[in-house]
Antibody, heavy 120, light 107 residues
Framework: QVQLVESGGDVVQSGRSLRLSCKAS????????MHWVRQAPGKGLEWVAV????????YSTDSVKGRFTISRDNSKNMLFLQMNSLRAEDTAVYYC?????????????WGLGTLVTVSS | EIVMTQSPATLSVSPGERATLSCRAS??????LAWYQQKPGQAPRLLIY???TRATGIPARFSGGGSGTEFTLIINSLQSEDFAVYYC?????????FGPGTKVDMK
């Protein structure tokens, strides 16, 4: 069965960096696009970034452009989110989610999330 | 950038009744619209994609409809496990966008 397990969440000071990881299993990882979606405490869902199945393309939301970088290692079934220059408004549960296709569809499986808290 | 809105913000329904949730896009997303259910402390779960196709394992009491800018999610004969927050999401344009959610709670 499809499993996505995020890790790397922590309490960090504003301006610092953090790297999130997502370990995938139960499917052919290299065949699917992958996303990061976040949810601030008590708030709704916000899409963060996508990377194509082969890593050839990626997009991110404007609020993280230039600060966050999505990447993947298909040999290890791993997805990453490098977060630099963190701000208080980045505080959220970060979910990795599988794309239904190579990267341009909806999210058919989600991990349980990892909490990032940015303190000022 | 496409903005998604949902109404109502909260819907109070008795078990066994029907719930009708609405979602609107600020411009056409054709039928590239998905619905997700999220319960407290849990990850979202895909319910509907392509505006009207139920995801694997989703009961037939969930149905979706609409195209362009107006969409609905109907939950027939609401069960206790259906009380949750429901989000719509467009996947027609970048950036991907979610609606603010509709909370379905017990009347």
């Amino acid at each position: 069965q499809v499993q996505l397990v995020e890790s790397g969440g922590d309490v960090v000071q504003s301006g610092r960096s953090l790297r999130l990881s997502c370990k995938a299993s139960g499917f052919t990882f290299r065949s699917y696009g992958m996303h990061w979606v976040r949810q601030a405490p008590g708030k709704g869902l916000e899409w963060v970034a996508v990377i194509w199945s082969d890593g050839s393309d990626r997009y991110s939301t404007d609020s993280v452009k230039g600060r966050f970088t999505i990447s993947r290692d298909n040999s290890k079934n791993m997805l990453f989110l490098q977060m630099n220059s963190l701000r208080a408004e980045d505080t959220a549960v970060y979910y990795c989610a599988r794309d239904r296709g190579s990267g341009s569809y909806f999210f058919d499986y989600w991990g349980l999330g990892t909490l990032v808290t940015v303190s000022s | 950038e496409i903005v998604m809105t949902q109404s109502p913000a909260t819907l109070s329904v008795s078990p066994g009744e029907r719930a009708t949730l609405s979602c609107r896009a600020s411009q056409s997303v054709t039928t590239n619209l998905a619905w997700y259910q999220q319960k407290p402390g849990q990850a979202p779960r895909l319910l509907i994609y392509g505006a009207s196709t139920r995801a694997t394992g989703i009961p037939a009491r969930f149905s979706g409809g609409g195209s362009g800018t107006e969409f609905t999610l109907i939950i027939n004969s609401l069960q206790s496990e259906d009380f949750a927050v429901y989000y719509c999401q467009q996947y027609n344009n970048w950036p991907r966008a979610f609606g603010p959610g509709t909370k379905v709670d017990m009347k």
